[in-house]
């Protein structure tokens, strides 16, 4: 099955504990973006891969860091957790070019307190 | 600035009618696409639809349909026939090509089917 998985689904950390959310997808996509979705704003990227050992920064990167050594897998690492990166995290992954079609995964629940 | 507009927080509407969710974008980009996703309570993201900037016609899947104005900047969807399970978070998004394929979103309507 074609899919986007995203662990942990739910994490709940202390301030400056150094964690790790992982992306993995199964389609062979070019393209992997994180995103955090929060109430009254939607959904906002955080990084952006187009391929490997390609990264860069998306709308709200302070506090992330992303790397993507293969193609399959995008990590999302927090060095320094701190309260206000309390959301609700997103992967997605999709083709290059003008496409249809994203595939999310089923989101992160993050909790820093 | 490439922007999504969703005005409306809340609405209501009655089992089996009709609702129009509204969304208005706002970009310098020739070729985009727009989406609607819909977001239950258990956080998944589903896509519902998708209209392409040069697309004449359109889009329809199943229930919903995108009533797309693109003079007027504007891609409202539109349910028909309401049922409870309709009620969600619905975002509206638009892509665009640089930024790795970036989806810009709408800060979503709640969308609450009454029996």
């Known amino acids: 099955e074609a899919q986007v998985t995203q662990n942990p689904r739910y994490l709940i950390t202390v301030t400056g504990k150094k964690l790790t959310v992982t992306c993995s997808q199964n389609?062979?996509?070019?393209?992997m973006s994180w995103y955090r979705q929060d109430p009254g704003l939607g959904l906002r990227q955080i990084y952006y891969?187009?391929?490997?050992?390609?990264?860069d920064k998306g709308d709200v990167p302070e506090g992330y860091k992303v790397s993507r050594k293969e193609k399959r897998n995008f990590p999302l690492i927090l060095e320094s957790p701190s309260p206000n990166q309390t959301s609700l995290y997103f992967c997605?992954?999709?083709?290059?070019?003008?496409?249809?079609?994203?595939?999310f995964g089923s989101g992160t629940r993050l909790t820093v307190v | 600035a490439q922007k999504i507009t969703q005005t409306q927080p809340g609405m209501f509407v009655q089992e089996k009618e009709a609702v129009t969710l509204d969304c208005t974008y706002d970009?310098?980009?020739?070729?985009?696409?727009l989406f609607w996703y819909k977001q239950p309570s258990s956080g998944e993201m589903i896509f519902l639809i998708y209209?392409?900037?040069?697309?004449?016609q359109n889009a329809t899947e199943g229930r919903y349909s995108l009533n797309f104005q693109k003079a007027r900047k504007s891609a409202n969807l539109v349910i028909s026939a309401s049922q409870l399970g309709d009620s969600a978070m619905y975002f509206c998004?638009?892509?665009?090509?640089?930024?790795?394929?970036?989806?810009?979103f709408g800060a979503g309507t709640i969308l609450r089917v009454k029996s």
């Open positions: 997605a992954s999709s083709m290059g070019g003008p496409v249809k079609g994203y595939t």
């Open positions: 389609m062979n996509h070019e393209y």
């Open positions: 891969s187009m391929n490997v050992e390609v990264t």
């Open positions: 970009t310098s980009d020739q070729s985009y696409g």
């Open positions: 209209q392409g900037s040069y697309d004449e």
């Open positions: 998004a638009m892509r665009r090509l640089e930024y790795g394929n970036k989806l810009v």
